[in-house]
């Protein structure tokens, strides 16, 4: 069972910065970081290829956000710049343990899930 571990949440002031870390148990392939709001959905942020080589971004965090990963240590990072208080959200990171085409931005595509790590922007 794959075990994934998110950290770098916390409070920032609006125009901040975070980097979220999420360390996996063991490979993954295609991996991706969701967020969910008080009183809203799970909703896609970004997504990386096992290689590297594709990365995926949703148009409201898309020039703000960029993923990357770092497979030697099993872990993927989500650096978060210009933060809105729009941004404040439970941020969760997703794994899928195969190599094969789909798509994702939808969080059926994943089979993993971390427990989240919080991140508040204050305005």
């Known amino acids: 069972q794959m075990h994934l571990v998110e950290s770098g949440g916390g409070l920032v002031q609006a125009g901040g910065s975070l980097r979220l870390s999420c360390a996996a148990s063991?490979?993954?392939?295609?991996m991706g970081w969701f967020r969910q709001a008080p009183g809203k959905e799970r909703e896609f942020v970004a997504a990386i290829f096992w290689n590297g080589g594709h990365t995926y971004y949703a148009d409201s965090v898309k020039g703000r956000v960029t993923i990357s990963r770092d497979n030697a240590k099993n872990t993927v990072y989500l650096q978060m710049n210009s933060l809105k208080s729009d941004d404040t959200a439970v941020y969760y990171c997703?794994?899928?343990?195969?190599?094969?085409?789909?798509?994702?931005?939808?969080?059926?595509?994943?089979?993993?899930w971390g427990q989240g790590t919080q991140v508040t922007v204050s305005s």
């Open positions: 997703a794994g899928r343990s195969r190599a094969s085409s789909g798509a994702p931005q939808v969080q059926q595509f994943y089979d993993y």
């Open positions: 063991g490979r993954t392939y295609t």
